[in-house]
């Protein structure tokens, strides 16, 4: 973690109050006055400020079944953020594990551990997201291979990684992915001539949506674990 992290996570300061601090010589890693606000720390070591030890707060992990036209952004855009729904204090300090479009409902996990978001977003980690998906068309025949091997997007060099399809209907079906493309989904049913109309994302790893529109919950012990490698 980054040293100006760790103090605002330690302390009430604001980001720029942490980096000022860490100027002027306040902030003793090991023994050592540390001035560099990107030098990285861990929890491990001893780390005082104005000669008080700091203990980072817990982390925090957070379930939450985004409504459609909100936005995954700790601020308000052209839509609303979804961080209104959010009833905590230091919302600043969370960012969110995989964004989702606007348009596009259910499941977002929300942190301010970064090392722990890391295993859900990062391709190589193959975090499978399960997205139900409506089309404006009826699916055709094949498709699924077509996804099982991976499909060419517009504008990529490499193949999609092989994805699963599950057919509820003839215009629903069931998406699961391991990575997190810009608009993946979306692109995906463009490539084999169909259009997205409905996007509901309601399963992340072994996560799964259990909450209504707009709602949240802390995830459980087992649940974070889920995500927390070596």
């Known amino acids: 973690m980054r040293l100006d992290r760790f103090v605002c996570k330690s302390t009430e300061l604001t980001k720029s109050e942490a980096i000022e601090c860490i100027h002027s010589g306040e ?15 861990h929890e491990n070591n001893d780390i005082t400020w104005k000669g ?14 985004k409504p459609s036209g909100t936005v995954c952004s700790n601020v308000d855009e052209v839509y609303p953020s979804l961080f209104n729904h959010l009833a905590i204090e230091r919302k600043s300090e969370l960012h969110i594990a995989g964004r989702l479009d606007a348009d596009t409902t259910g499941l977002v996990l929300i942190t301010d551990d970064g090392r722990w978001s890391f295993n859900i977003t990062h391709p ?27 499909i060419q997007l517009q504008g990529e060099q490499n193949l999609t990684h092989p994805a699963e399809l599950e057919v509820i209907t003839s215009k629903e079906v069931l998406l699961t992915i391991t990575e997190g493309k810009f608009h993946q989904v979306k692109r995906m049913f463009a ?7 409905s996007l509901h994302r309601e399963k992340i790893g072994e996560v799964t949506l259990d909450v209504r529109s707009g709602e949240w919950r802390y ?11 070596e």
């Open 124 to 150: 190589d980690k193959k975090c499978s997201k399960v997205y139900r998906v409506g089309l404006s068309r009826a699916l055709r025949e094949g498709v699924a291979d077509e996804f099982a091997t991976g």
């Open 52 to 65: 008080s030890l700091l203990k980072p707060r817990p982390f925090r992990h957070i379930l939450m079944n």
């Open 27 to 41: 902030v003793v890693v090991n023994g050592v006055s540390v001035c560099d606000e990107a030098t990285q720390v």
């Open 191 to 197: 490539a084999v001539g169909n259009r997205v109309v």
């Open 219 to 229: 995830l459980s012990p087992s649940e974070v674990q889920f995500f927390t490698t």
